[in-house]
């Protein structure tokens, strides 16, 4: 039966950033939500002619979600061998693209601390978790979206919710007053400042660190302000002559970005509780910063 539903280009268009963060959140690759969405819109193509189509957002949004589970399916053995800690890919929040209102409204929605949390889930979890606490989809479309009950979407998120609330530790939404903190880690650390440095990160502080077997970086995670102070000292001194490192800002969190000559190595982000930085995320998987780096090029 034909779709009833016609849309324009321009009007489709207008899901993709929706449709990028459902993948985003889904997967924790930017670079494979971009990919994600442009297949759903080849699929939406395809069937458009085939099928009736109630609500177009919807039926993208379904299309996505079974595209992001079949992702993490197939990824599974891959993650199972990534060598090191595994870190989502760090995405620009700051003067980037714009991200639908409902990741606006709920900024620690793309925080690296919560990303992290919704790889405890598994994907059909993760993906009614998403749409019933972020993007506020009803339960009734939810059903349809991943072909369960109400009843069982239901009880899926309750479960999700409690098992995430369990292990979530509260973070302060970024602003001025936590720019400046992490401005002041950064002159510590390259003035060698170590009792500056532990007055910025909280005692209990642990720093996490993905290089994905490509790039050096701590094998494990590093726990309390003292190791973590000291481990700062040591790349600040060890720094090749040519890096340089700048303030931004990353999955709404306040993030230093490090070049080494033209080439963007590392990004560090902080998040932040009562005051100190309480976890610090250092990506320096080259494969990941691929995405990051073209929006500091759309900026030019």
Not at 64 to 79: M, P
């Amino acid at each position: 039966m034909s779709s009833e539903v016609k849309e324009t280009p321009e009007t489709l268009e207008s899901y993709r950033p929706l449709l990028f963060a459902i993948a985003y959140q889904m997967t924790g690759s930017a670079s494979e939500a971009e990919d994600l969405v442009q297949e759903t819109y080849l699929r939406y193509q395809q069937l458009q002619a085939q099928v009736e189509i109630q609500s177009v957002k919807s039926f993208l949004t379904t299309i996505i979600v079974h595209l992001a589970i079949d992702y993490l399916k197939s990824s599974r053995h891959q993650r199972e061998r990534y060598v090191g800690v595994w870190l989502p890919e760090p995405v620009l929040t700051a003067d980037a693209e714009p991200l639908p209102g409902e990741i606006v409204e709920r900024r620690e929605a793309v925080s690296m601390a919560f990303l992290i949390l919704l790889q405890t889930l598994t994907p059909p979890e993760r993906a009614v978790f998403l749409l019933r606490e972020i993007f506020d989809y009803p339960y009734e479309t939810i059903a349809t979206i991943v072909g369960k009950s109400v009843a069982a979407c239901r009880q899926i998120f309750h479960r999700a919710q409690r098992h995430l609330a369990a292990k979530r530790r509260p973070f302060e939404v970024a602003g001025e007053a936590h720019q400046s903190l992490v401005t002041h880690f950064l002159a510590a650390s390259q003035q060698g400042d170590f009792d500056e440095l532990v007055c910025d990160l909280a005692e209990d502080v642990t720093l996490y660190g993905d290089g994905g077997g490509k790039a050096t970086v701590v094998s494990q995670p590093l726990h309390g302000a003292e190791v973590v102070a000291r481990f700062f000292s040591i790349i600040s001194r060890k720094a090749p002559a040519d890096t340089r490192v700048a303030l931004s800002e990353a999955n709404d969190m306040p993030a230093l970005l490090g070049w080494e000559g033209e080439t963007l190595t590392t990004v560090f982000l902080f998040a932040i509780s009562d005051g100190h930085l309480a976890e610090i995320y250092a990506q320096r998987n080259p494969d990941k910063l691929i995405y990051l780096q073209q929006q500091l090029s759309r900026r030019g």
